[in-house]
């Protein structure tokens, strides 16, 4: 018995020494990540309004932080939804698979929006903002490898006016992602995150904010005269709001409970990053011994740039406003959490490209098209050359070898072409041939010929990166620079792999950056690495970025 006693000591001693005690070195992380997606910010807003900038806001992220110069978006086509996925997973949409804002499914035919999900429900808005969540996003985020790392102890948050850009940010373990409802003026969530609105969330809906911004409307920030960079108030190019003769300063016909109006006045990103500001006080985010995240997008930079375009004297206020309201949101975090305890960062989701005919009359080739005349142009020629609805077919079974055009995507009806045993490869030739004969095209790339790579970089790998086999169509229709699909004669769109889509801001500020610049191309799947390498965790599952190497310079 005596001898059975001193075994057990002698192994639980042996135990004792075999366990090491818990380490009182942890590894070193900032207290809180926050990434600021200003959308449609061009890379070159930057120094286009440098002069007119504060020290406080831009310019401040740029002496002070440090600015990866050539950062790209290295896939088609460069919408939203593709580009906030993008931005918090380092992958493209042939992995993380959101293909654009909506798509179609090539098995079914039947179409989606990118953050649509019938199993949930509304919560704290309308039924038709609210059956969102983000299960069509097939990979993590950066926040969803946080949580994991931290065995679910870092909290992930993300705001933004739109849905697709709080959701596809927040990722799939989110703690509170919240959008804005326009048929009620508060933010709301969906049961996929909780069932309830924290109460925090409900006294800041609770203020109304948005029917004093309505009443305000928008005014010149300065004297017009300051405005040095921007067309005439008054230009062909630029589209009007609701009520308006002209799109002309002040803007200040919204009619109170036009909830929506917010979201393309510059009160959009005030609202948002009040909003902001009161989850990190009240979730008091930042605070625990592991770093929180919180994604912001700012909203209104995009609804604003597709309204007026970037040559726009509302462009110019609205970046001035922005700088001044950013400037305050540093001195926000900086006050709360103590200088360099913060890792920020800010980029865009995708650029803008200027108003076709505002080119035109700068002599540049310029142009657009829509795609659902092209489309139906394109079906009918296609369909009378191979008898699709020649007579004798009933008019119900009506159909079109071409089942849609859209978001530059061409998708064939392959059950169609099968059962009636036509030659699929003919067909293909016969809408590239049409399309080819049209003004503004470059090229239609059939994503499943080899052919594709003879196309020039970077073209051909933001094509073969942004098609997902499911989602995507069977061919991708290319413009010619400075041409777009896009419905109005006015404002502008994006989507194309120009420069002026695909060439976005990248500022990274605080914890562990040192001051510099670099002009080394980089993409934007290198965020989500970056984030990941500082913050010492696993790279997002479908992260294909490269961390970018901070080196110090003097800055300029
Ligand atoms: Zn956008």
């Known amino acids: 018995m005596k001898y059975l006693l001193s075994f057990v000591l002698w192994i639980s001693g042996l135990a004792a020494i075999a366990q090491p005690r818990p380490s009182t070195q942890t590894i070193a992380r900032p207290k809180l990540v926050v990434g600021i997606v200003v959308d449609q910010m061009r890379w070159d807003y930057l120094y286009r309004y440098w002069d007119r900038y504060g020290e406080g806001g831009f310019r401040k992220l740029v002496r002070e932080g440090f600015s990866q110069e050539q950062t790209m978006i290295n896939y088609l086509p460069t919408f939203t939804a593709p580009g906030h996925a993008c931005i918090w997973t380092g992958s493209v949409p042939a992995i993380h698979g959101i293909a654009g804002n909506d798509w179609i499914y090539s098995a079914s035919g039947t179409s989606t929006y990118c953050v649509y999900d019938s199993t949930v429900q509304p919560v704290g808005g309308s039924w038709r903002a609210g059956q969102m969540s983000p299960r069509n996003l097939l990979t993590t985020t950066v926040g969803d490898e946080l949580k994991l790392a931290t065995n679910g102890r870092s909290r992930v948050c993300a705001v933004s006016l739109k849905d697709r850009a709080s959701i596809l940010p927040g990722g799939h373990q989110s703690d509170g992602t919240y959008w804005y409802d326009d048929s009620t003026g508060t933010f709301m969530t969906s049961t996929y995150y909780r069932t309830d609105l924290p109460g925090w969330l409900q006294q800041f809906n609770a203020r109304k904010l948005p029917d004093s911004m309505l009443r305000a409307g928008w005014t010149l920030a300065q004297p017009e005269k300051n405005y040095r960079h921007s067309t005439a108030d008054s230009t062909p190019y630029e589209g009007r709001y609701k009520g308006e003769k002209t799109p002309t300063f002040p803007h200040t016909s919204f009619r109170p409970g036009d909830y929506g109006a917010i979201r393309a006045l510059p009160a959009g990103n005030t609202l948002t990053l009040e909003l902001a500001k009161t989850l990190l006080t009240a979730e008091k985010m930042g605070t625990g011994a592991d770093p929180d995240l919180l994604a912001i997008n700012l909203a209104s930079t995009d609804y604003v740039g597709h309204q007026f375009a970037p040559n726009a004297l509302e462009v110019e206020d609205l970046y001035l406003r922005l700088d001044r309201e950013l400037a305050q949101f540093l001195a926000f975090l900086d006050q709360r959490y103590g200088k360099g305890n913060v890792l920020l960062f800010l980029t865009a989701d995708h650029g803008g490209a200027h108003n076709p005919r505002f080119l035109q009359d700068y002599k540049i080739p310029a142009g657009q098209f829509t795609e659902g005349d092209m489309g139906k142009n394109m079906q009918h020629d296609a369909d009378s050359v191979f008898g699709v609805n020649a007579p004798g077919i009933q008019k119900d079974a009506q159909r079109s070898v071409v089942r849609f055009f859209n978001n530059y995507y061409i998708y064939l009806d392959d059950t169609l072409i099968q059962s009636r045993g036509y030659n699929r490869e003919a067909i293909i030739r016969r809408i590239r041939q049409y399309m080819l004969g049209r003004p503004g095209i470059a090229d239609v790339v059939r994503l499943d010929d080899p052919s594709v790579l003879l196309l020039p970089e970077p073209i051909r790998s933001r094509i073969i990166n942004g098609h997902h086999k499911k989602r995507s169509g069977d061919l991708i229709v290319i ?78």
Request: charged share 10%; aromatic share 12%.
């Open 479 to 556: 413009p010619e620079p400075g041409w777009f699909a896009g419905y109005a004669p006015t404002g502008t769109t994006h989507g194309t792999w120009n420069p002026y889509d695909a060439h976005i801001p990248l500022l990274f500020y605080g914890w562990n950056i040192p001051k510099g610049r670099s002009t080394q191309p980089g993409s934007m799947t290198d965020i989500a690495a970056t984030l990941c390498t500082l913050l010492q965790i696993q790279m997002p599952n479908g992260c294909i970025g490269t961390p970018i190497r901070f080196r110090e310079s003097s800055g300029n």
